[in-house]
């Protein structure tokens, strides 16, 4: 895959996952790498517009950490996973 | 026992009792969320709740549980802590976590609980469900 088309697997859950009908969604990069987590979110937001007003809540995580809005991904093999505002407890 | 888990069965208090103790601790400190029937709306209307179903982003959880355990540990010399999370459904009136920590003194154990719980609910990948009487569904996103 060139850098110019890259994609990434994104993990989802609770409302996204339910929305989706899956619980993993490939998001497209049209911009390539490198690309931020915003820009991965507002991507996702483009693709699942159902859930987008829940976007700028949502954080994106990597390798089970979250990362900031301008985090720098380089890596398309890395786990990526969308975290909506939680409510555990 | 790992003292930090996600669990898919009740959480009984008395089968983590014992993993508090500690000669050293002389304070026992103990939080149960418990599921609950009434929900007010933000249209002030009372909503009720048949059941609730709780999923979790289930690595990154553990990971997350751990480290708020370990900072609580450091930030109010705790002993030890444990945190049980349950998901899938959890009927009404049973408890969806355990939050337990011992200390030397009661003072540092009572302020442990309130704060591992709000940054439980603000940081840890975990999600629930209702199911309403009317048998709608919704997933809480606060």
Known sequence: MSETHAAINVQLFAKFREVAGCDQLQVVLPNGLPCTADQVLKQLAAQLPEVALLIPQCRLAIDDAYVAADHVIDDLNAQFAVIPPVSGG | ????????????????????????????????????????????????????????????????????????????????????????????????????????????????????????????PIWKRETYEDQQTEWIHP
């Open chain 2, 1 to 124: 026992m790992n003292p930090v888990q996600l669990v898919e069965s009740p959480i009984e208090l008395s089968q983590w009792e014992k993993s508090l103790q500690d000669v050293d601790s002389g304070a026992h400190a103990w939080f149960a969320g418990v599921t609950r029937r009434k929900t007010k709306a933000s249209d002030g209307q009372i909503r009720i709740t048949a059941t609730l179903h709780y999923e979790a982003h289930p690595t990154m959880a553990v990971k997350e549980l751990q480290q708020l355990a370990d900072q609580a540990k450091d930030k109010f010399g705790l002993l030890k802590v444990v945190i049980v999370h349950r998901l899938g459904e959890v009927p009404l009136g049973q408890a969806s976590v355990l939050v337990g920590c011992c200390s030397a003194h009661r003072k540092d154990a009572f302020l442990a609980l309130p704060w591992i719980m709000d940054r439980l609910k603000e940081d840890v």
